[in-house]
């Protein structure tokens, strides 16, 4: 019997292993729970009609997005290691977007990613979600683009509003 527990298999009894050749066992066990007390999936896992969370989707993408006054609708990106995701992407160009808000591409990432808070994160701490990301399963799912109107959304998404 194998089960999925937060990027590692278990098989039988067996002790856990990453899915990512060369990532110790505890450094993808810490990201996994890094990821979880920063609230990735909060965000880049899709929800289901009911709103709640589509684990099985892994972190490939929010289905709900976010308003921002004069800058648009945009929905969270998929962070899987695929060609959709962060795949293309080196681990500095991970640790560069949690850290500093940007992109590969040289473009920043919207408002709503709360990476100022993360950009604090300990070195190792820094190492072991990029492991954790990395051992994710790879899911070819884009997530929506950005949209400059409520008229323009296919996706649902949340208002937000300035004081």
């Known amino acids: 019997m194998i089960v999925r527990v937060f990027g590692l298999v278990l098989a039988a009894g067996l002790s856990?292993?990453?899915?990512?050749?060369?990532?110790?066992?505890?450094?993808?066990?810490?990201?996994?729970?890094?990821?979880?007390?920063?609230?990735?999936?909060?965000?880049?896992?899709?929800?289901?009609?009911?709103?709640?969370?589509?684990?099985?989707?892994?972190?490939?993408?929010?289905?709900?997005?976010?308003?921002?006054?004069?800058?648009?609708?945009?929905?969270?990106?998929?962070?899987?290691?695929?060609?959709?995701?962060?795949?293309?992407?080196?681990?500095?160009?991970?640790?560069?977007a949690i850290r500093s808000g940007m992109r590969p591409d040289g473009r920043a990432l919207v408002p709503v990613m709360p990476w100022p808070s993360y950009a604090e994160m300990t070195d190792d701490d820094a190492e072991a979600l990029v492991a954790y990301l990395r051992a994710q399963p790879a899911v070819e799912t884009p997530a929506p683009g950005p949209v400059a109107s409520s008229d323009e959304a296919k996706a649902p998404f949340y208002r937000v509003t300035l004081p």
């Not at 993408?61 to 795949?87: K, R, Y």
Request: net charge negative; hydrophobic share 45%; glycine share 14%.
């Open 16 to 96: 856990a292993s990453p899915l990512v050749a060369g990532a110790p066992e505890d450094l993808v066990e810490r990201g996994a729970y890094l990821a979880k007390i920063m609230d990735c999936q909060g965000c880049h896992m899709p929800r289901a009609a009911d709103g709640a969370l589509v684990a099985e989707a892994g972190l490939s993408g929010g289905t709900v997005g976010f308003e921002l006054p004069g800058l648009g609708i945009f929905w969270p990106p998929n962070i899987t290691p695929s060609a959709a995701g962060i795949g293309d992407w080196s681990d500095d160009d991970v640790l560069t």
